[in-house]
């Protein structure tokens, strides 16, 4: 990573385990932080061992811990928590998820933090939020996907409320999260003080959901389960195409609705006094839905996705991993990139998810072994050999 990188000569000690927390700092380091990975000498992040494994290296550990450093310590051993506040004593930003509470217990907590060094900046990230009458229990993903009302409103009317299949919620408040540590850095810049950001995985999904607090305070609307539909235009859904695969349609603007009824055989439905609004067509769904499905169901799905390019009407194939690795548009946006890795020679993942002009982001290498980089990182603040050996036996590292 060059000196242009604007991450560049931040240092980031990353305290957290699965995803949220090790997300986020991997944000940071694909910008040019300089992420020290902290995992307890014998019992390594669980990500390493989530999902499928390739000679027993864990694969989902090789996407969140790219661009990391990672070293092993016991910070509940004195020795250990001393050995992160001197990991500490230079460092911008500390990212953390254990249950609040943990920390100060141990003698780790801001307060001690920043009395040590004022610039810290230390970003909280739990289930629940470092305060409140849940603030003690241990929280996921799942829980947030559940409370935050995106279940509720996901699946058929007729279906169970529905939870993705990844770790959304995670996801969106690993961005959440290096968004809140950018701020605390420029706030920095401004005060010469560091901060603690406290994020609850809760809150980041729940600002993603739209209007629905507002929709209910002022109207008492309380959205439903709708499947693939939308309450607010139709055609909009997935359909089913003669080869078996699928589609997905979106009318979001007036004129793009127009053009597909046009497409499939359906222009008298532009006339009807129902269509002018999205809300309208959406209350004629059925209707929109069989005259655009019937029309799909007979074509294969590249003759039913050029058909729409034609029409400049909004079409998407519905893809899985070998579609998107296929796709020209993805080759062009460089959105997969190879990535080489000691253990696995090359490994291919998602690169930066978006491109800056002078100083773009770079994924420099997949996750590192466990502790691989602990000599490395403590020999540089002054242990010898002789020193890191004795900790290593007493389970300190």
Known sequence: MTTTAPLHGVKVVDLATLFAGPLAAAFLGDFGADVVKVEHPAKPDPSRGHGPARDGVGLWWKVLGRNKRTVTLNLSQPEGADLLRRLLADADVLVENFRPGTL??????????????????????????????????PGFGTLAEAMSGFAAATGEPD????????????????????????LALRGRDLTGRGQVVDLAI?????????????????????????????????????????????????????????????????PDLVDEPWFATGSGRAAHADELDAAVGGWVAKRDRDEVVAAF??????????????????????????????????????VRMQNVPFRMSDSPGEIRHAGR????????????????????????ERGVI
């Open 159 to 182: 279906g169970p409320p529905t939870l993705p299949p990844f770790g959304l919620a995670d996801s969106v408040t690993a961005l959440a999260a290096a968004y809140a540590v950018m």
């Open 309 to 346: 390019e034609a029409a400049q009407a909004a079409v998407a194939p519905v893809y899985d991993v070998r579609d998107i690795l296929a796709d020209p548009q993805y080759a062009a946006l460089g959105t997969v990139v190879t990535v080489p890795d000691e253990e696995l020679g090359e």
């Open 104 to 137: 100060e217990r141990w003698g780790l907590g801001p307060d001690e933090l920043h009395a040590a060094n004022p610039r810290l900046v230390i970003a909280r990230i739990s289930g629940f939020g470092q305060i409140g009458p849940y603030a003690p229990r």
């Open 202 to 266: 809760i809150e980041p999904i729940m600002a993603m959901l739209g209007p629905q607090i507002t929709w209910y305070d002022q109207l008492g609307y309380v959205q439903p389960r709708l499947g693939n539909r939308s309450n607010n235009n139709a055609p909009r859904n997935t359909y089913r195409c003669a080869d078996g695969r699928w589609v997905a349609v979106s009318t979001s603007a007036q004129s793009i609705a127009e053009r597909v009824v046009r497409l499939v055989g359906r």
């Open 369 to 392: 072994r466990h502790g691989q980089d602990t000599d490395a990182v403590f020999g540089a603040l002054g242990l010898t050999a002789d020193e890191l050996a004795a900790l290593r």
